[in-house]
């Protein structure tokens, strides 16, 4: 789960629907982008962070580093 995103959008006062209609998305694949089930191409993930006001990078550079954690620990 994306607690940061969650609470960035939360801090913001959008639902996910008002989050979505501004990215262009559906609401459900935003609701799976917070829940971490599924990732933003890069134009996504940057139409994300403007709407929220964050570097839209820390999409892949999260996912970077959990998957390198779990590679060490396996």
């Known amino acids: 789960m994306r607690e ?22 559906s609401r459900s694949f935003y609701a799976d982008i917070e829940q971490g ?3 933003p191409k890069p134009l996504t ?3 994300i962070g403007k ?3 964050f570097d839209w990078t820390l999409f892949f550079e999260r996912n970077g580093r959990d998957s390198r954690q779990s590679k060490k620990s396996a």
Do not use: H
């Open 4 to 25: 940061w995103l969650i609470n960035l959008r939360n801090i913001k006062g959008f639902t996910q629907k008002e989050v979505s209609a501004m990215c262009g998305i």
């Open 37 to 39: 089930t599924r990732n």
């Open 45 to 47: 993930a940057q139409d």
């Open 51 to 53: 709407v929220l006001g």
